[in-house]
């Protein structure tokens, strides 16, 4: 990049110094043998024209230009946040972790995974949007094991809405293909690279949404997870978050004399209360952390189906969720990158039993971005909408 803009520079020079040769050897080419008062307006004429492009140079050089960005951001919040709101932002995720889920029912427990831990995820960000796609990748190690797992897809859509204060995600993730992680616990013949027990038919849907407020206005969750802006000095903030889920399990294998079939239908709504704070050095690097402890409730409708009839029951129950992050990155003006690490617990005993639903998992992330300066539409419409500014 820095070769091509000297490249660039070199070659508007030259340019520039051919066109000011040009105009002089014009202007005194005429003078041969004209009078001094004409001779005299061609030297106003050749001052005029220098002044008017040396003018005229410094503004497409200092940021009067539609594809030239100024080279920093909009310092705010008391100097602790940069604000890149002239750039698009593009992060690319890779996070080792979907959706799984384990039965405690003493002594048997049952963990069904999906084949397919890696996910690949983009992100278009811009001031306080987000868009986001996700998918399975098969090209990658571990998600392309069919012949032993099974066969998993999966899919995902996100966007979000990132405010000085107030935080609002909202999802929709579907999944198809699992199998019995622990399937030596229910057949002793079963060997280390034999095929596991499978549900190619077992599909999840999930309808996910986050809000959070951000009491502290000097730290900034959009230099953590979207790269919208820059924290430049360490703070911290308690930030609270309500989290509400509406996820659909469903085994659509065709029931028979021997084996039943069930659909769940759950929706999950859970307070939670946590702290994070962020350490920046030398207004590039950073280490954040943070925890937060929640407490909800389930409410399920589980429909079993057998060959010739079909059972409903509902059931309520209270959730207790708790969750560890830490954060390494690098968020400089245009490329930002950053690794993450989440540890989470989210479970409940059945009412009327003495099953335990858990669901406990640590989970890495790895995102590269890059920002580019917005298009002038694009700006100039965001812009113009009072309530966004």
Excluded at 71 to 85: A, H, K, L, R, V
Excluded at 141 to 160: A, E, I, P, Q, R
Excluded at 249 to 268: A, G, H, V
Excluded at 365 to 384: C, E, I, S
Aim: glycine share 8%; no cysteine.
């Amino acid at each position: 990049m820095k070769f091509l803009k000297i490249v660039w520079v070199i070659g508007f020079f030259f340019s520039i110094s051919g066109i000011l040769l040009a105009q002089d050897q014009d202007l005194n080419t005429k003078g041969i043998g004209g009078d001094k008062d004409n001779a005299k307006d061609r030297i106003i004429r050749k001052s005029a024209f220098e002044k008017n492009f040396i003018s005229n140079t410094e503004d497409y050089l200092f940021a009067k230009s539609d594809t030239s960005p100024v080279p920093i951001g909009i310092i705010i919040q008391d100097g602790f946040i940069e604000n890149m709101s002239n750039y698009l932002a593009f992060r690319l995720s890779f996070v080792n972790d979907n959706e799984r889920f384990s039965i405690d029912s003493d002594p048997t427990i049952t963990k069904i995974y999906p084949n397919g831990n890696s996910v690949l995820k983009l992100n278009l960000n811009y001031r306080f949007l987000s868009i986001g796609f996700s998918f399975i990748p098969k090209f990658i190690s571990g998600n392309d094991d069919n012949l032993v797992k099974g066969k998993t897809t999966g899919l995902g859509f996100s966007t979000g809405f990132n405010f000085t204060h107030w935080v609002q995600d909202l999802s929709y993730t579907r999944t198809t293909g699992y199998y019995l992680d622990n399937t030596a616990d229910f057949d002793p013949n079963w060997n280390e690279g034999d095929p596991y027990i499978q549900f190619p038919n077992l599909h999840y849907r999930s309808f996910q949404g986050i809000t959070g407020y951000n009491f502290n206005q000097h730290f900034s969750t959009k230099a953590l997870f979207t790269g919208t802006e820059r924290q430049l000095k360490s703070a911290g903030t308690f930030l609270p978050t309500l989290l509400y889920r509406y996820y659909i399990m469903d085994n659509r294998e065709t029931p028979s004399p021997t084996i039943s079939t069930q659909k769940s239908k759950n929706f999950e709504i859970i307070a939670n209360a946590g702290y994070y704070y962020t350490y920046v050095l030398n207004k590039q690097f950073y280490i954040s952390a943070g925890a937060s402890l929640g407490y909800g409730i389930l409410f399920s409708k589980v429909t079993t189906r057998y060959i010739d009839e079909q059972i409903e029951s509902k059931q309520n129950n209270g959730v207790f969720k708790w969750d560890g992050r830490g954060a390494i990155g690098y968020n400089g003006e245009r490329f930002f990158s950053g690794f993450f690490v989440t540890a989470e617990n989210r479970q409940f005993k059945q009412q009327n039993t003495s099953v335990i639903n858990a669901d406990w998992r640590v989970y890495t992330q790895v995102h590269v971005g890059y920002r580019l300066f917005a298009p002038k539409k694009l700006r100039k419409t965001v812009d113009a909408i009072p309530i966004l500014n």
